[in-house]
């Protein structure tokens, strides 16, 4: 067992710079806010980190799992964590606090060091931070910024009709004979070539795979995405985004440098018999593309759950694989789509499907072997939550037990950005 620390003596919690991938997990689920974040790095607040470690299973990268004993009044302020482009070695303690032993005139003072004693549960996360029972171990930081794998292009192509505003690409990348394992629900990183406006080289954008594990083509040591060209910031500002303009913009045979895989949670169940219901807008139909034909390829065997997919989209033209998606066999996939700008049809969002379709979908969630994955847009959560919540209130069930059912046991999932 760990000796408590003296009092005089922190160990604070650091974000290795070199690693994050800025991807905002861990702000997001610091239960304290003690995480936040400038243009370039993401930083912790000593004064306010109880060391609960709620954010470290979450953090795709590893980065947020670093720690140093430092003297608390010489503890890494947010200023110097700003700075960083690595993070500082150990320094060492004096010597009469080194060994765990408090100095004379503190021996009486309680210990305060905080990561002795986590204070704070973790948050109420609206999904599970553990995978599904049955799903495959994933590999996580294979290849890191210092490492980065090298692929080559050998497909880019638009997935969106050409007249829409919405310019989303199907791109295909090789790894030749580079190991690079996934698995349907991880993503990877990419780097992009060139310097920010501080002259630092462009931190890792993360994208989610497309395609099944054994490949793009089946067989393959290659990999999809489907990246969204970003043309205007979230206030609908023109922005001309660094990454996905690079990789929507990549010819075939160009090489692109590679970060990854990662993600050890929203991942697919294995077992026969697992039920998915899979619930998207725009590029969160990239991991249940690569789930369906991960089901898709193992037709033949009989061992396939239910599927049942909400995919939502402002129209049909802006729908990603709308044509690849509506061949699909109907006792394949249950595929309810929700247009919110079409033409001579009444707005509906992938809530107002999840409600329409609330009897099937209560028989769903009732079953130990369905799993629930929801990708997309930030905005979706509250409504797709709320959206599951009254088709099983409106049962006379209760929501609370079910939710905290669903999170304990890995089967509701939620990737969103
Ligand atoms: P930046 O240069 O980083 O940003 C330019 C401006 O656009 C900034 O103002 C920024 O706030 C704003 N902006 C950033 N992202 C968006 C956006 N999506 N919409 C509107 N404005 C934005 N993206 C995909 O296209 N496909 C995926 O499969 C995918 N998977 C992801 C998985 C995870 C786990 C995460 C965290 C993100 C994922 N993203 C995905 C988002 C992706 O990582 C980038 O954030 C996105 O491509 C924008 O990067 P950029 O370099 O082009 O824009």
New binding site residues.
Partial sequence: MNAPLPPEVLKQHLIDPEICIR???CEETCPVDAITHDGTNYVVDPGICNGCMACVPPC?TGSIDNWRLVLRSEAYSLQEQFGWDELPGEKPLPENLADGAPADDAAAAPSTAAVEAPVASAPSLPGASVPPWSAAHPYVNLYTHKAPATATVVGNYRVTDEDTGSDIHHIVLDFGNVPFPVLEGQ?IGIL?PGTDAQGRPHHA????L?SPRDGERAGYNNLS????R?T???QGRP???????YLCDLAKNDTVQVIGPFGNTFLMPNHAGANLVMICTG?GS?PMRAMTERYRRRIARGTNGRLMLFFGARTQRELPYFGPLMKLPRDFIDINLALSREASQPRRYVQDMIRERAADVLALLADANTCIYVCGLKGMEAGVLEALRDVVVQAGQDWSILHDALRREGRLHF?T?
Avoid: F, I, M
């Fill in positions: 991807c905002n997990t795709p993503s992009p954008r993360q994208y989610s497309a995405l489907t990246v969204k970003v205007e910031d979230h922005a001309r985004g660094v990454c996905s303009n590029t990239a990737e950005y």
